[in-house]
């Protein structure tokens, strides 16, 4: 059974950085378009940055542009969002979703991924 497994969430500085990861077991990455979302309690869910099945398009939401970098690792089935500069308002549970159709791009509309890893929360503070 395909499975997500999101991790790296964790209390840091604002200023500091984190390295999230979404594993995949049961499927290969690579043929999907991965996005990275975040929510708070009372918020709708938040896209923040999608990578494309081949790597070439990356997006993000405007919150995080040059602070977020989004990457794929084949060899271990992983991607990644490597976040710098965090702020408190960073502060949310980050879940990485897959989409299964087929798209040239990728989109941060969370109704569009059909798979989800279970969260990990991300805390910026003092």
């Known amino acids: 059974q395909a499975q997500l497994v999101d991790s790296g969430g964790d209390l840091v500085q604002p200023g500091g950085s984190l390295r999230l990861s979404c594993k995949a077991s049961g499927l290969t990455l690579e043929h999907y378009a991965i996005g990275w979302f975040r929510q708070v309690p009372g918020k709708e869910r938040e896209g923040v940055s999608c990578i494309s099945t081949n790597s070439i398009y990356t997006y993000y939401g405007d919150s995080v542009k040059g602070r977020f970098t989004v990457s794929r690792d084949a060899a271990k089935n992983t991607v990644y969002l490597q976040m710098n500069s965090l702020k408190p308002e960073d502060t949310a549970v980050y879940y990485c979703?897959?989409?299964?159709?087929?798209?040239?791009?990728?989109?941060?509309?969370?109704?569009?991924?059909?798979?989800w890893g279970q969260g990990t929360q991300v805390t910026v503070s003092s």
């Open positions: 979703a897959l989409e299964y159709a087929y798209r040239r791009s990728c989109t941060l509309t969370p109704q569009e991924y059909d798979l």
